[in-house]
């Protein structure tokens, strides 16, 4: 695991505090995450975009509902 992968990670309160959701309800639609964080849709979406760069979650899609999730691969830390 690099510094920059490190960094990139918890370089922002709010996507540890995305990650520390996505532990506590394994699934989740990007509307709940907003309003049980009380952080506007579109910051939420920002930071799901940068986990799953970052290889740490994945995306659902049925019809225009988006669930996120930890993906696979961070199962194992």
Known sequence: MSVDFVESLF?????????????????VNITKLSRELGVNYKVIEYHIEALKRLGIAEEKRF??????RLSEATHGF
């Open 11 to 27: 370089s922002s309160r709010i996507r540890v505090r995305v990650l520390k959701a996505l532990i506590k309800y394994k699934e």
């Open 63 to 68: 019809g225009r509902i988006r669930i996120i």
